[in-house]
């Protein structure tokens, strides 16, 4: 589990489950960062900063259309910048300080622009540079909401989503963050979420499925062709998803010791499984095993082992992976049809659907008898956590599903979510940004 | 003159240049365009969607040629195009009023 | 040299040529593992996983045409995902544990599911966590195999090239591997193979020889333009190769420090070398510097310093480089034609020539008289040492030209090799995958 | 500041303005280099390396039109390559060693060939494994002439733009690199160039600025629609560089510390500032927040920081990247086009103009009072430091000036600059390198 | 036989398509083409570089038919790709000499 | 009404559209396409194989005019495109039943 950062909080944070291999020291605020677990820690940032860019941004891009190409990138990025500058504004300080009068809830200001933060600091163990902490932190922060903008892809606004972003991230992500990591209400519960399944994948999934609700089908949906453009993009970006994941997984056990060691092998297997499972379950429901169906596998199994992969031993990843790789296939292809929505590249399916196994499986995993680490601090009874860990994901999808909800229609009310027909016809490129992705 | 347009599958172009080399016909132009016809398409899945794809990659080659030799061409055309299954493809011909070569200003016949 | 993993042999270990640097601490199985050490390796497998997806995927797809891109891309990441899964089922175990009475040949069932691992353990000499080591072997069991699909591309079926996969991974890879790094009969030799020259490069490249001569020849070939789709995506995947080569072979030392640096700038020079050796001799003798030469040479001189990579100096790498550079273009655009096979990616040209020159070559760069490091154990003697590397070089020819002949021919008993001429002709993406990599 | 290596210097270099956290230990030649610390520097070196290929030659090949992509990239990785062997063949020597009686301006041959260089040899102050720091140093060298492709792409003959890069490197990159970080004259000065603004970019911008002036206008230049190719491929690029510039900034800390921590999060927030302050500049003033301007800023925003990243605080780096980012804006939309010169891909517009800006904002963001570090040793004083800054600056900018000129005009002499109209219209990949991009 | 070529919208095409069908034509030839005209171009910027871009994506269908139907297939397709919109393109009708079907060697009006 | 077809070099393209404006002809499309004709082609080398390609990028305009000014329209594309080196191109002229403007409905002279 992360080991997030508790300064204040010596006596709670005891009380949430921690990896096994993570010593919390009790703050000892004198230690030395080690140099091993410091160099890793900035590798795993600047993995996970390949997770949006390019990553996503591929991954995403490759699947719309060539004239909404530069579109998804762009808000992606632009996203990634407006969080990256609030996160020391004010992000990191409400997510990871102790809080007051709703600390279960959210943190306090007294770190607003990392006041008193300088390269001396150290996390409250002392096990880490902040500043190393905090771009760590960061990075999850610009990612999650760079994720939901796959939902309502090829149709949406540009300034919606750039002022939708910035309200979700102040009024979703934050305290989600803060009751997970940041010592609240879930913290206290007990809820295991080793590397931010709840916080980034549920929640960025929720999201995404009221925000594609909301804004409405694309023209043609299920109607005309609306094939991805260049799934060798997919591709790419998928793998660079899966290459970034290692940084977020293994880097969220925030040491460089055999701990980080499991989150790195259930993030290979885990992703392995899944993307097989995808990719049997349609070879042999729809004949064809297809490339995109193989990556779309890969992230599911990635999503799904996200809260477990400090948890979990091997061979209980593996099944992880495989449950999730066919549950979200089914999902995707015949469920998601269904209901008939136009969630344009399933963030719900595979962010949403994917993130919710993850979460409750971890309960089970995590099972000595399954090979998995068991608890740090007391007892593990199977139905208790899997409880708990049920718990947790309505708290966040009701959270995130209000939440996303009011912000919405909010911004609704200052600037059209949808862009006219003849734009969305024309493609948001050229409409919005004033330029094509590809002059071949 | 004629001008003469045939659609061909993509894969034959090669054949049915040669064939036209062999009639001293030295000039013409490709277009690569997408068929519909009878030939049957492919379903295509990307994830929950399947689409029907009816248009075929085929290569159009339009050549201007004499009105003595026309046909000729189009049997040389044909008989380099043809595999015999369905899509093989069609040759359309039309009638020119004239033809200039840019370079020269030589035209008709002598722009050939 | 790679300090692989000998449990049960510390006699047998320390008879085995080391690389200087590397202490063999026979087996204190007290010792905890270095952070940075670990750090280090933990990137290092990161990096090497960059190598097969995008890397590999990219290098080969951008040289295929259009409508076989998928077909690559897919059949990579299958192949590394089902390797993956069996790495953790059964390949650590027969690769690197001690093994019974072929001990030589193969290890034993006694870590079969990594049992008995768990994040407190380490390597036998306490050097990593061993989920670490497992992790980094991993993706280079993962890598060979994808190598060989270059060979066959656009013609071998999808369920074939899967099939032969799984068999050759288990029969040829396996062994090799064990002889290698796991204390079996090569290493025995004292046969040096730092990075993995023979067991990844020569191995893979036999095989594909293999491939490509029993799956004949593609339609067209020789006669019609079969250009390379995307040189850009070529230029993308060899400088991903190279980026992710640095975890390859600096990774092999196991350990942060010199001897990893000097892995690292020989990977840099002799990799630049044989990139301008290839591009100049082009030049000269085809009177263009091709960009695809330029990336061509390049992976020739990764191939041949992989083996090389921790025992010569930076000098002697440059020359082995542009040694490489050299010999893989005279063989790619002359040897071959005048043979006339069809290696779509020219896979033995230079993974199998230039792992043959490098593996040799090793023999006479390590000399400390040449600048190399020479032997950790025993007096070096060129002529010796040569004929020992020769020796390992010929057992793998035999091992996997054999075995890899008799997998195919299995194989085509159960499913044909390749594509229908139609199927061919129309490009695998969409006669086996039902998708178009790109819709622009 | 990029603790270079100073063997026999060690009073010059305490004179040295230092990094705060960069303990100078007075070349303690008997410490064992902190293997953290070493694995941090092996995988910055790998980042920076990325920058590169394919960092930089998809950013700047994207921009180009698709005749001439081929030609782009093999020019960046040629030069890279060629770069790569000077430097352990005499660049390192020069550029790091002590010098003789010009020792204000180059250093010595007593490196030639690495000589005397082992995995055991370190840094003057044991901080690490001398190869390491070589290779470090040899991806900035590497690096930086890569960069003036871009201002005469699309026009410059390949013969012409290897010899010219040769001579560049020889003549004007080492110097300025031994007078800024090998204890030269602008060392000596106290000037502040954390992670080489002025040797990389300062340098490479007025080195393109000088070539395209001298090489003329492309044909059509202000006629033609000429629209990049690919702005996908723009965008991969520019994420792979803010990426690599992770390893080029925090690893110039030479170290795995809250130094390095301070330079990471610096490099996150200046570049987004500057991303979004060229993107809302060019929504007001031109109608169209457009992708490639994002990109674009962030770019500048990464440049401008360069120098300043161990020195500011986060709230300066945000107020420096916001700064870069418009007048970078301005300089490349409007003076730009008043000038009438065809500087291909901004060069000078973004690594000149931009490095120019950070150099001497340097000497204001550094100042304790707006939360930056302050100065190693010495009073701060801000006039002082930006005149210190600005003479700095100016003495690169002469001397690089007039070097590239007479080295344009040399390379004039034995070939010509610049390719024939038709070669021009037909696109330098046919008519120079024999290939074609695409075949789609 | 008629020879016709329309210019038309490229998001017209479907509607097009099934417009012929049911006039039972089920053979046509579609080209990505650019279209130059009275309808207004955008503008594309690139950093200091603005241009003025009048050449609009349109695509070109070119079908084959008898005379006797020439007319109800122009009207089909201006029913179906008209928006009212300026752009939304011509229909150009002209004389052809011979259709011949590779596949079958068949002719003229056998070969639609 | 003649319909004109015209190949030229793809780098003439500007040229040519601004002769037409000035003849007051307002509408055209364009097409990519690849040429085979004298001019000799380039060698691509990819590895080991060595490719002779001989079809040439050239630009395909069409353009219906009025009969009256179709000798005017041909002059001033063949003038614009020319640069006097083989592979300049060619025009085609053939006759035109009839036009029609999708959007309006208006037919053949008053469709231009
Ligand atoms: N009436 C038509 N007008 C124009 N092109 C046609 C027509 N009918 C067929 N084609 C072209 O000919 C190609 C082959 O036609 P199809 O009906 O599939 O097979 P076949 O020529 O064997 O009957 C089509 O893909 C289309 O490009
Ligand atoms: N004289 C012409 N010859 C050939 N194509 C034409 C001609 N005039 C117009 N077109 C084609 O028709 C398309 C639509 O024409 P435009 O003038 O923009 O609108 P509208 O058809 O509504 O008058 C153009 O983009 C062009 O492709
Ligand atoms: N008979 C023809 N029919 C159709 N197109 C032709 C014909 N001859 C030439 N072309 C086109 O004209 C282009 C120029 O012809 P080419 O013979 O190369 O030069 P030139 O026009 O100077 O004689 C060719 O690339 C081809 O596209």
């Known amino acids: 589990m992360l080991l997030r950062y508790f300064k204040k909080l010596p006596i709670l944070a005891s009380l949430v489950a921690l990896s096994p291999g993570a010593a919390f020291a009790q703050a000892t605020e004198a230690a030395t960062p080690n140099k091993g677990d410091t160099a890793w820690m900035l590798m795993s940032t600047v993995l996970v900063f390949f997770m949006i860019l390019p990553g996503i941004g591929l991954f995403y891009g490759g699947m719309v259309r060539a004239k909404n190409m530069l579109s998804v990138l762009t808000q992606i990025m632009v996203v990634a910048c407006v969080v990256c500058l609030l996160w020391i504004v004010y992000g990191y300080s409400l997510a990871f300080t102790a809080g007051g009068d709703f600390k279960e809830f959210i943190g306090d200001f007294s770190k607003l622009f990392l006041i008193g933060v300088s390269p001396a600091s150290t996390t409250a163990d002392g096990g880490l540079p902040e500043y190393v902490f905090i771009c760590f ?284 027909s003849e734009e969305e016809r024309e493609g948001l490129d050229l409409a919005e940004h004033g330029e094509r992705a590809y002059n071949y | 003159m004629k001008f003469v347009i045939a659609i061909i599958k993509p894969f034959k172009l090669d054949e049915v240049r040669d064939a036209l080399s062999s009639l001293d016909v030295h000039g013409l132009t490709v277009t690569e365009v997408k068929g519909y016809g009878r030939q049957k398409g492919h379903t295509e899945i990307y994830r929950g969607a399947e689409y029907a794809v009816n248009f075929l990659p085929k290569i159009k080659i339009e050549v201007a040629v004499d009105t003595a030799i026309v046909q000729q061409v189009v049997d040389a055309i044909a008989a380099a195009a043809q595999t015999g299954q369905i899509g093989d493809g069609k040759i359309f011909v039309l ?16 722009a050939l």
């Open chain 1, 137 to 420: 932190q960061m990075t999850f922060a610009m990612l999650t909401p760079t994720l939901i903008v796959g939902s309502f892809a090829e149709r949406m606004r540009f300034p919606a989503v750039l002022l939708f972003s910035i309200l979700w991230f102040t009024f979703v992500y934050i305290p989600i963050a803060h009751m997970v990591w940041g010592g609240g209400l879930l913290a206290e519960w007990g809820a295991l979420d080793f590397a931010g399944g709840t916080v980034v994948h549920i929640n960025a999934g929720i999201a995404g499925l009221v925000g594609c609700l909301l804004v409405g089908k694309r023209i043609g949906f299920g109607k005309e062709l609306i094939a991805p453009h260049s799934l060798t993009m997919t591709m790419i970006g998928g793998a660079m998803l899966w290459f970034g994941w290692f940084g977020f997984n293994a880097g969220s056990a925030l040491k460089a010791d055999g701990g980080a060691g499991l989150a790195m092998i259930n993030t290979f297997v885990a992703t392995a499984a899944a993307g097989l499972a995808w990719l049997l379950a349609e070879w042999i429901l729809k004949g064809h095993p297809s490339m995109l169906g193989l990556v779309s596998g890969a992230i599911a199994g990635l999503v799904a082992v996200t809260p477990a992969a400090g948890f979990a031993g091997p061979m209980g990843s593996i099944v992880l992976g495989l449950l999730a790789g066919v549950v979200c296939f089914v999902f995707c292809s015949t469920i998601k049809n269904a209901f008939g929505y136009d969630d344009t590249l399933d963030v719900f399916g595979i962010h949403g659907v994917g993130g919710i196994i993850g979460a409750i499986a971890t309960g089970i995993v995590v099972a000595p008898a399954l090979g998995g680490t068991g608890l740090a601090t007391g007892e593990y009874v199977m139905a208790t956590q899997v409880w708990i860990q049920t718990k947790a994901v309505l708290v966040s999808l009701l959270w995130t599903g209000i939440g996303s909800l009011i912000l919405f229609k909010l911004v609704g009310i200052f600037t059209p979510l949808r862009a006219s």
């Open chain 2, 95 to 110: 009638s020119l009023d004239s033809i200039l070569r840019i370079r020269t200003g030589e035209t008709d016949g002598d």
